[in-house]
T-cell receptor, first 113, second 111 residues
Framework: EAQVTQNPRYLITVTGKKLTVTCSQN?????MSWYRQDPGLGLRQIYY???????DKGDVPEGYKVSRKEKRNFPLILESPSPNQTSLYFC????????????FGPGTRLLVL | GENVEQHPSTLSVQEGDSAVIKCTYS??????FPWYKQELGKRPQLIID?????GEKKDQRIAVTLNKTAKHFSLHITETQPEDSAVYFC??????????FGAGTRLTVKP
């Protein structure tokens, strides 16, 4: 089944404790991205990747890192999480950056205390 | 960058009525105009989209209309049903990866 998966789905952590949210797609998509969703603000892009070893900042990259060592995986890293990073995070992928449809993962709800 | 606004932010209609959500954008180079639906606790999913060389597109009860001159596009849902209740996002896109989502419209369809 073609899909985008994220892990964990729910996470409670404390300020400053490094964490990684994984994202994986099995559709051989070139383009992958991370969004955070906050009430009243819609989805804001954090980082995106147009292909392996190619990543770039989105609208709200501060406090986040990403890597794209393999085509299928695009982990989101919070080196030192802070409470303002409490949010719902979505990973998405599409065949290419010009493709119309983005496929979203199920979301990761993060609470930073 | 693209500035995207959606109106209204909330919309409540009676079952069977029509619903219209409008999205305005700032970048005249935008050429792809999708609408996503996000049900409570679920991921966003594309429901309809339109390219800049087309003025209107229909898919059963939903349609999207585009006014490139005025830089806005709208989602139309006819004969609304309770299962249409969700948050709807527009996300106008340039040729590159720059996709900006609107803040969302919460649609409630009352039985």
């Amino acid at each position: 089944e073609a899909q985008v998966t994220q892990n964990p789905r729910y996470l409670i952590t404390v300020t400053g404790k490094k964490l990684t949210v994984t994202c994986s797609q099995n559709m051989n998509h070139e383009y992958m991205s991370w969004y955070r969703q906050d009430p009243g603000l819609g989805l804001r892009q954090i980082y995106y990747s147009m292909n392996v070893e190619v990543t770039d900042k989105g609208d709200v990259p501060e406090g986040y890192k990403v890597s794209r060592k393999e085509k299928r995986n695009f982990p989101l890293i919070l080196e030192s999480p802070s409470p303002n990073q409490t949010s719902l995070y979505f990973c998405a992928s599409s065949l290419t950056s010009a493709s119309r449809t983005q496929y979203f993962g199920p979301g990761t709800r993060l609470l930073v205390l | 960058g693209e500035n995207v606004e959606q109106h209204p932010s909330t919309l409540s209609v009676q079952e069977g009525d029509s619903a219209v959500i409008k999205c305005t954008y700032s970048d005249s180079a935008s050429n792809y105009f999708p609408w996503y639906k996000q049900e409570l606790g679920k991921r966003p999913q594309l429901i309809i989209d339109i390219r800049s060389n087309v003025g209107e597109k229909k898919d059963q009860r939903i349609a999207v209309t585009l006014n490139k001159t005025a830089k806005h596009f709208s989602l139309h849902i006819t004969e609304t049903q309770p299962e249409d209740s969700a948050v709807y996002f527009c996300a106008p896109k340039l040729n590159n990866n720059d996709m900006r989502f609107g803040a969302g419209t919460r649609l409630t369809v009352k039985p």
